[in-house]
C-alpha cells in the first residue's frame, strides 16, 4: 500500500508548480534510521519552501536537533495551493522531506512563526497532517504541537492551537525540551506512556517555556555567550532558488540604536557579539560545505560589530581567488559603510538602500529614529560618489502624531536626493517603500492606536499625488495585508475563531499578495462577530495587555 501510494504521489508531483518544493534529498540534508531512533521532532514553517529555507533558525535547529543521540528533526513547509488540493482530492497527508512520514508520526511537530500573515497556513499544515487543530481536541497518542519565532512574543490569538511556546531564542530551551520529552516517547516505550498533561507540567517548569493553561507568566530565553552557541556549518542547500540564497553567518545578536518601533531590537537584546576567529572558521566551514558564491554577515545592525572592518576585509582578501561575493546587510548608511561595502564586494551592487522611516526630523525623533536629515544626505553623497546610481528609502506611514505635512516631506526628501544624484549621474533612480505602522508587541510604541485601510489608502494618495518625478518610483504596502498583521500583532484569543472560520472560507498564503483575499477575511470577523477595527485603538497603559504575561527584560 505505502509504495502504491508513493508512486501515485510521484506522479501527482509531476503535475504541479515546482515539485521540488516537496521532494527533499538536497545537499546536505540528514537522513537517520527512522526504525532506530527514540524521539522525532517535525520542523514546520507555514510558508512556502523557498521562504522557510531562507530561515536561518530552522536551519539551526534541525543541526542541533539532529546532532543529539537518539534524535531525528525532519522539514516540512506548507504545500501551495495546487499541492494542498492534491493532497486533499487524493486522500494523501502532508509529510516531512526527509522520511516522507505524516506529521501525527512525530512525538514533536514545532512550528517557527516569522509573520502573522502565516497563521491560516499552519491550520492547513496540521489539518492534512493528521492532527486536531486545536489543543483542547487533541489525543494522548497526538504530537504535542510547539510554536517559537517572533510571532510567540504575542501567543494569545493561536494559543488555542499549540501544546507550548518558546519565548526568546531556541538552541538552549530546546535541547532542554528535549531532554524532558525524550524520556517519555510514545512511538518506541508505549508501555511506558506519559500523560501529555505530565509531559506539559514537567515543559511548563522550564524557563522560556509557555504552556497556555498552566504558566502565569514566562521570561524570554536568550543565548548569554553567543560565540559558543551551535551553529550549523553544513547547512541544507535548496533545491530550487530560496528568497535568500547564499551562504550565512550570523555575526550578533541584539541591537543598541533602541527605534521605539521595531519589535527585533527590542526583544533581541541584549547586544553580544561572535569572536572574529570564531566567525572566519564559521566562514570557511559553511562554504566549503555548500558551494555558494556569496556569503552574507547577518545582524540587525551589521555595522555595529565590533571588527566589522576588519572582519570583511579579511573575508574578502581570503576568498578573493575563488570570487566569492561578500555581503554587508543591514549596515548603516554612512560613508564608512558604503566604502567599505564597495571595497569588498566583488558584484559591484548599483544601489544602496536607506531607512529613513520618517521625511521629518520631528517625527523621527519621536519614533526614536536615530538618523538625521544630514545623515542621509552625507550617505547618499557617499553612495553616488561611489557609483551608485539607484537609491532605496524606506518610510512608514500612520506614525503617532503624523501630520500631513510629515508625508509631503517624503516627497520633498525624495526629490531632494534625487537633485543630488543628478549631478553624479544621468541614470539616478530613486524608489520609495511605503509600510503601514503596526504597533508591535514590548515595545514603547505598543499602546499606539494603528491606522485603518481607508487612512492608509488616503496617506498613500497624499504622496502619489506630489510626487511628480517619474524618476521616482513609489511602492507601498498593501492596506489590508497591514491591517491583518496589526490585528493579529496585538490580538487577544478570540482571534482563534477568526483564524480557523478565514481558513474555513478559503484563506490562504495571506503574506503573498496575490492570494489574499480580504472579503473572505471579513465575512469571517463578521461570522465570529467581532469588529476587527476594535484592536486598531490606542490602548489604555493602565490596562493590561493580552501578552503581559511575557516578560522581555534582557
Request: proline share 5%; net charge neutral; glycine share 6%.
Amino acid at each position: 500500500m505505502c509504495v502504491i501510494m508513493n508512486f501515485m504521489d510521484d506522479n501527482l508531483l509531476l503535475s504541479i508548480q515546482k515539485p521540488a518544493r516537496y521532494v527533499g534529498n538536497e545537499l546536505n540534508s540528514i537522513h537517520k534510521d527512522w526504525e532506530k531512533i527514540r524521539f522525532k521532532v517535525a520542523l514546520a514553517y507555514p510558508d512556502a519552501y523557498e521562504i522557510g529555507m531562507s530561515n536561518l533558525g530552522i536551519q539551526i535547529l534541525y543541526y542541533i536537533i539532529n546532532n543529539q543521540a537518539d534524535c531525528l528533526a525532519e522539514r516540512v513547509f506548507a504545500p501551495w495551493p495546487d499541492r494542498e488540493n492534491q493532497l486533499t482530492t487524493n486522500n494523501l497527508q502532508l509529510t516531512t522531506l526527509e522520511s516522507q512520514k505524516p506529521l501525527n508520526q512525530f512525538d514533536l511537530v514545532g512550528f517557527s512563526l516569522g509573520h502573522e500573515l502565516t497563521y491560516t497556513n499552519l491550520i492547513t499544515m496540521l489539518k492534512l497532517g493528521g492532527i486536531p487543530v486545536r489543543r483542547s481536541e487533541r489525543k494522548e497518542s497526538d504530537p504535542l504541537i510547539m510554536a517559537g519565532g517572533p510571532c510567540a512574543f504575542n501567543p494569545e490569538p493561536i494559543a488555542d492551537f499549540f501544546d507550548f511556546f518558546v519565548i526568546g531564542e531556541g538552541e538552549e530551551v530546546l535541547v532542554d525540551i528535549i531532554n524532558v520529552l525524550r524520556p517519555t516517547s510514545h512511538v518506541l516505550r508505549p508501555t511506558s506512556h506519559v500523560l501529555r498533561s505530565t509531559k506539559l507540567e514537567a515543559l511548563s517548569k522550564i524557563p522560556g517555556v509557555y504552556v497556555p493553561g498552566l504558566s502565569k507568566t514566562v521570561t524570554k530565553r536568550y543565548v548569554k555567550d553567543f560565540d559558543a552557541v551551535t551553529y550549523p556549518l553544513k547547512p541544507i542547500v535548496p533545491f530550487i532558488e530560496a528568497v535568500h540564497d547564499r551562504a550565512v553567518i550570523e555575526i550578533m545578536r541584539g541591537c543598541k540604536w533602541g527605534c521605539k518601533f521595531c519589535q527585533a531590537g527590542w526583544t533581541s537584546r541584549p547586544v553580544r557579539e561572535k569572536k572574529l576567529a570564531t566567525l572566519l572558521e564559521q566562514a570557511d566551514a559553511v562554504l566549503k560545505n555548500t558551494g555558494y558564491e556569496e556569503l552574507s554577515l547577518v545582524s540587525l545592525s551589521s555595522s555595529d560589530y565590533s571588527q566589522i572592518e576588519e572582519l570583511a576585509k579579511t573575508l574578502a582578501k581570503k576568498y578573493e581567488k575563488e570570487k566569492i561575493n561578500l555581503s554587508l546587510p543591514s549596515m548603516r548608511t554612512n560613508s564608512f559603510s558604503i566604502k567599505l561595502a564597495k571595497e569588498i564586494s566583488r558584484v559591484r551592487s548599483n544601489s544602496i538602500t536607506l531607512a529613513p522611516e520618517a521625511g521629518t526630523q520631528r517625527l523621527r525623533d519621536v519614533i526614536g529614529k536615530n538618523m538625521s536629515e544630514e545623515n542621509i544626505i552625507e550617505g547618499v553623497k557617499s553612495a553616488f560618489a561611489e557609483g551608485i546610481e539607484a537609491i532605496k528609502l524606506y518610510f512608514m506611514i500612520g506614525l503617532p502624531t503624523e501630520t500631513d505635512a510629515d508625508l509631503l516631506a517624503i516627497c520633498d526628501l525624495a526629490q531632494k536626493l534625487y537633485e543630488i544624484g543628478k549631478s553624479y549621474t544621468k541614470r539616478v533612480r530613486i524608489t520609495v517603500n511605503l509600510s503601514t505602522f503596526v504597533p508591535k508587541p514590548h515595545t514603547p510604541l505598543q499602546w499606539e492606536r494603528q491606522i485603518t485601510i481607508e487612512e492608509t489608502l488616503a496617506k498613500q494618495k497624499l504622496i502619489k499625488l506630489n510626487t511628480k518625478n517619474k524618476s521616482i518610483e513609489l511602492r507601498w504596502h498593501q492596506a489590508e495585508a497591514s491591517f491583518l498583521e496589526g490585528l493579529f500583532s496585538r490580538g487577544n484569543r478570540r482571534l482563534s475563531a477568526v483564524i480557523e472560520k478565514a481558513w474555513e472560507l478559503g484563506c490562504r498564503f495571506d503574506a503573498w499578495s496575490e492570494h489574499l483575499k480580504f472579503d473572505l477575511w471579513q465575512k469571517a470577523f463578521a461570522e465570529c462577530g467581532i469588529d476587527p477595527n476594535d484592536y486598531l485603538k490606542t490602548r489604555d497603559k493602565n490596562q493590561p495587555l493580552p501578552w503581559e504575561y511575557v516578560k522581555c527584560n534582557g
